[in-house]
Every structure is written in C-alpha cells, then in structure tokens.
Nanobody
Framework: QVQLVESGGGLVQAGGSLTISCAASGGTFSTYSMGWFRQAPGKEREFVAAISWMGRSTLSADSVKGRFTISRDNAKNTVYLQMNNLKPEDTAVYYC????????????????WGQGTQVTVSS
C-alpha cells in the first residue's frame, strides 16, 4: 500500500512559478510510474504530466508543455512538478498518483492517489 502526500500548493500571480511535491511511503517508490493530474471546479480530472520509474522518460499534456516540468528523486521518494509562467486556467487541485504500469496519461491506470493540493493563479 502506497501513501502519497502532496505539498507546496498556494496562491500565485499569473506569470509566476510554483513547485509542488508529492512524498510517497509504504512501497518501493522506484518501481512506480508517477503522474500529476488536476481538477478544476466543475471539470473532470485531467492529466498534467507523468514520469517513468527511473525518471528517464516523461510525458506532458499539451496545455502545460514548455511551462511545467515533472521530475523525481527516488532517494527521497518524492516527485515534483515545477510550474512556470502560470496562468489563471491552471487553477485546480493537483493530485499525484502512482502506477504499477508504464507511465501514461490515463487516470484509471494509476493505483494510488494523494489527497491533492490547491493551486490558485490570480490574474
């Protein structure tokens, strides 16, 4: 059983930057692909970015390419999402998730989910 705890969310102005983190426990972190998803009020949960077990490969949604970077530190059991040039439409609750499968963008492929961290971008 893997537990995931997100942190680092907050309020930031448009154009600003924020890095959120997700700490994992209860499993062998390096054997899980990790992903970030987000959900805005009234909208479905959407894929943001994913990273392979050893961090050599990543996948990002078109809406965040060139602005968001996913990374992981297996020694610290932590995955990060660095967000630059934030826009008001990035406002959402951000969730990290762990998958025992190959890294991908499909929510149902992920076995474990965190509780989420709120990111609010003001215009």
């Amino acid at each position: 059983q893997v537990q995931l705890v997100e942190s680092g969310g907050g309020l930031v102005q448009a154009g600003g930057s924020l890095t959120i983190s997700c700490a994992a426990s209860g499993g062998t972190f390096s054997t899980y692909s990790m992903g970030w998803f987000r959900q805005a009020p009234g909208k479905e949960r959407e894929f943001v970015a994913a990273i392979s077990w050893m961090g050599r490969s990543t996948l990002s949604a078109d809406s965040v390419k060139g602005r968001f970077t996913i990374s992981r530190d297996n020694a610290k059991n932590t995955v990060y999402l660095q967000m630059n040039n934030l826009k008001p439409e990035d406002t959402a609750v951000y969730y990290c998730a762990a998958a025992q499968s190959l890294y991908n963008s499909i929510p149902r492929a992920y076995n474990y989910w965190g509780q989420g961290t709120q990111v609010t971008v003001s215009s």
